[in-house]
């Protein structure tokens, strides 16, 4: 008799609650890193301002949509889509700061589920939300210590490297296993999906296949989003910088020492 999904899940709790953990380390480390940086910029005051919250549910509400808009790509099986849902939360993680990025992450999952309910067991939503936050959480660290163009260029090529390497192991050791449990599905089966439509996949091995489908997925989606990111982000400070603190002067990139932008 063929398990109901949520038979799945309580067999498997042991996925759940590491899911539960993750999420819970992931907003710590961003609390901790916000400290920091305030600290480090002598900034006091409120961490969320009402401006800030309003702010926030924006660009969570729009970045839930956004995840709506999955496009499949030719080197890896249907339940790898793109999609740029992380870019409104870099721009708001570099306008308000580490904690607010991770939780405009967590606040655009949940809203992508009440737009529309999961078809992965919750493990597509949680790979999304964690692998974002890799690439989020460090990108909005880096440039909130020191806001200029050439930080704001190394915190979005570090972030785009850190997701790709992150969410390929990620993959391989936690998510791919997590989804053949909860589905009673064996990994040569998922192997073979991946072998199908890429020839750089080996049947065999885990990491070869999350080497060919997840790294060159995850490579792309963080050079567009980053991309776009840089070019929005300027235009859209006088909108973002209100009473924001630590933003500077006009809270872009533009206004800077010439020295620091170079």
Do not use: H, W
Not at 29 to 54: D, L, M, Q, W, Y
């Amino acid at each position: 008799m063929e398990k109901t999904l949520f038979q799945n899940v309580s067999e498997n709790a042991g996925y759940v609650a590491g899911i539960l953990c993750i999420i819970a380390v992931l907003f710590a480390a961003a609390i901790i890193f916000e400290a920091i940086s305030r600290k480090r910029n002598n900034e006091s005051g409120v961490v969320f301002t009402t401006r800030k919250i309003v702010m926030i549910g924006m660009f969570s509400a729009l970045s839930g949509v956004l995840m709506l808009a999955e496009v499949p790509l030719p080197f890896a099986p249907p339940f790898y889509k793109l999609d740029i849902s992380e870019l409104p939360v870099l721009i708001g993680g570099f306008a308000f700061g580490p904690a607010a990025a991770v939780m405009m992450e967590f606040l655009k999952v949940v809203i992508k589920l009440v737009l529309k309910n999961t078809s992965t067991a919750f493990v597509g939503e949680f790979a999304n939300f964690a692998v974002g936050c890799s690439l989020v959480l460090p990108a909005s660290v880096i440039y909130s210590l020191k806001k200029t163009k050439k930080r704001a260029v190394i915190a979005l090529v570090s972030g785009t490297l850190i997701m790709t390497v992150f969410g390929t192991a990620f993959n391989a050791v936690y998510l791919l296993p997590a989804f053949a449990a909860l589905y009673g599905m064996p990994m040569e089966a998922i192997l073979e999906m991946g072998r199908a439509v890429n020839p750089l996949v080996d049947g065999s091995s885990v990491f070869g296949f999350v080497a060919a489908c997840v790294a060159p997925l995850n490579l792309i989606k963080g050079s567009i989003d980053s991309v776009a990111a840089m070019a929005m982000y300027k235009s859209l400070s006088p909108v973002l910088k209100g009473n924001t603190p630590g933003m500077g002067r006009g809270g872009s990139f533009g206004r800077r020492r010439k020295e620091e932008e170079t």
